[in-house]
């Protein structure tokens, strides 16, 4: 981005009172809410966590900020040594701004949202129309109130799509976000039970995740997982244009002969049944988010062999189902981005079937955010884990202890290990002495529990 204090003052309604001329001439040429890492030349959006952020202004100013957003409550405190753009919320003011360079920028937008498979969704959507198109896609999974504003405001100006994640965890997020980015498009990959603690039922999260389509634009595309009933229920009542994808012949776009490689997964189309579509990723599950970014294409009229060349090389945002090499020569799936039942089992029915010539060990951690129903669901997760598939099991985190008990019945107690939130290092210590370079092993929690330390400590 690119914008004069003058114009950013205009768009969030600043109080100018306390910019003179030269500092409104001042140009700034990015955004950061975190003064560690602010560039040369950006805004700082000083926002309120554990800390606050206008605690941070001198950081910010050191490497390098042109300006800085500034709460009017802290109006006595404001730094004199750049343009202070006084605001009554600098997160409100954030994503105003944002709203502002949007509209200014008008690249078509593709929202995606939905329990599990946001990020992979975006990464494949965003590879797709990059073959023809300048494309800006939200950064890692920065997919909240502050990481969406974030993302759009990162766009170049030559921006054509905007390929942009949507999270939420709780009922109007999705309303609020949707409002803001106005998408042409708006995807949800499926409905789970992730963050179901503030919801209650699948069915509410459902409500939740149609919400995306509440700044659809009328002339938009809804594309969704045919397959959810209760998402074509809501579809229903919907005007727009819809495309659903799915594995039933009623879906639009249907995957056939869906094949699993070592590394990789293939599959056919339904409606070109002559291309062989191959995405490097294990899990049936990524077949039907590629499924979701292939409709995407379709809809932007991308040939089905560029798609068919985006989706085999396309880059994966790390920690999801990434396979890496470990300090003994064992081979790691790393899913420790977060975790719930639905993704849990998906990821084990995949590693179950992978190749090894030695033990297939899972180290799984607490599934957080799952309300009165969490220790049953962390119990039930045994069904999925069979002895003769997966050799060793670690677990870590309090509700984990149900599972424990329940694979005690089917286990031998050696090849059960059980640890505390609180012991993560002793886990990850007992896990290296225990690995072979024969092994394989796949890690995945919630991301509370930072399971992310093992992956470091076994790769390091
Ligand atoms: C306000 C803010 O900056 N808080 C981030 C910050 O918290 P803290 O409370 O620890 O901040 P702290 O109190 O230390 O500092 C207050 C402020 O001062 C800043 N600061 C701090 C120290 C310093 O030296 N300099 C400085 O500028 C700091 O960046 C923050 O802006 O530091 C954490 C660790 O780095 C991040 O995790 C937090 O990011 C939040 C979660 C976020 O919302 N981040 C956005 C950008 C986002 O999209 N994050 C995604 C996750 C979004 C998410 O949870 N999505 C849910 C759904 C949506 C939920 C909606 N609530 C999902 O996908 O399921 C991600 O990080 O991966
Ligand atoms: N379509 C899917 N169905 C079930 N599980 C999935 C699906 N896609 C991804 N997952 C699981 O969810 C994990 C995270 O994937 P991804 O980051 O794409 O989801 P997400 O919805 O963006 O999550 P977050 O918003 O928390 O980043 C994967 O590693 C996998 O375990
Ligand atoms: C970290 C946040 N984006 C998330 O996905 N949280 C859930 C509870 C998880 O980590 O499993």
Redesign the pocket.
């Known amino acids: 981005m690119k914008m004069a204090v003058s114009e950013i003052a205009k768009a969030i309604n600043a109080d100018e009172t306390y910019l003179n001329e030269e500092q409104l001439a001042v140009e700034v040429t990015g955004t950061?809410?975190?003064?560690?890492?602010?560039e040369a030349g950006d805004l700082?959006?000083?926002?309120?966590?554990?800390?606050?952020?206008h605690?941070?202004i001198a950081?910010?100013i050191a490497n390098g900020a042109n300006a800085t957003l500034w709460s009017k409550e802290r109006v006595d405190f404001r730094p004199q040594d750049l343009p202070v753009l006084v605001v009554d919320d600098p997160?409100a003011a954030y994503q105003k701004l944002s709203q502002y360079y949007l509209t200014k920028i008008n690249p078509r937008v593709v929202a995606v949202t939905g329990s599990n498979g946001?990020?992979t969704t975006k990464d494949m959507i965003a590879a797709i129309l990059s073959q023809d198109f300048n494309v800006t896609k939200t950064y890692?999974?920065?997919?909240?109130?502050?990481?969406?504003p974030?993302t759009i405001l990162q766009m170049e100006a030559n921006t054509e799509f905007l390929v942009i994640?949507l999270?939420?965890?709780?009922p109007g997020?999705l309303d609020f976000l949707s409002k803001l980015v106005q998408p042409d498009v708006a995807v949800i990959t499926m409905i789970g039970e992730?963050?179901i603690e503030f919801f209650g039922t699948r069915d509410k999260i459902t409500d939740a995740k149609m919400e995306i389509t509440h700044g659809l634009k009328e002339d938009g595309f809804f594309v969704y997982n045919g397959d959810e009933p209760l998402l074509r229920e809501r579809a229903t009542t919907l005007d727009m244009e819809q495309r659903t994808f799915g594995r039933q012949a009623s879906d639009d776009l249907y995957a056939t002969e869906v094949a699993d490689g070592r590394f990789e997964t293939s599959f056919k189309v339904n409606d070109d049944p002559t291309i062989d579509f191959k995405i490097p990723l294990i899990g049936d599950y990524n077949v039907d988010n590629a499924l979701a970014a292939i409709e995407v294409g379709n809809i932007f009229q991308i040939p089905d062999q560029v798609i068919q060349g985006a989706l085999e090389h396309f880059a994966i945002t790390k920690n999801r189902t990434e396979w890496l090499s470990g300090n003994k020569g064992e081979a790691i799936l790393s899913d420790v981005?977060?975790s719930n039942p639905t993704a849990a089992k998906e990821v084990l029915a995949a590693f179950s079937k992978t190749n090894t010539e030695g033990r297939h060990i899972v180290v799984l951690g607490d599934m957080l955010e799952l309300g009165a129903q969490s220790v049953q669901m962390h119990a039930d997760l045994a069904a999925d884990l069979d002895p003769n598939q997966i050799d060793t099991v670690y677990l870590i985190g309090s509700d984990m202890a149900a599972l424990r008990d329940r694979l005690l019945t089917k286990y031998e107690p050696q090849n059960v290990h059980y640890y505390t939130a609180d012991q993560l290092e002793q886990l990850s210590s007992d896990l290296q002495a225990d690995v072979t370079a024969q092994d394989e092993v796949m890690l995945k929690a919630s991301?509370g529990l930072h399971l992310e330390k093992v992956v470091a400590d076994l790769t390091n």
Do not use: C
């Open positions: 950061n809410f975190d003064s560690r890492n602010i700082f959006v000083p926002l309120q966590g554990a800390h606050d952020g605690d941070y950081s910010a997160l946001k990020t890692d999974n920065f997919n909240n109130e502050i990481g969406v974030y994640e999270g939420m965890d709780r997020q992730a963050h981005y977060n991301h």
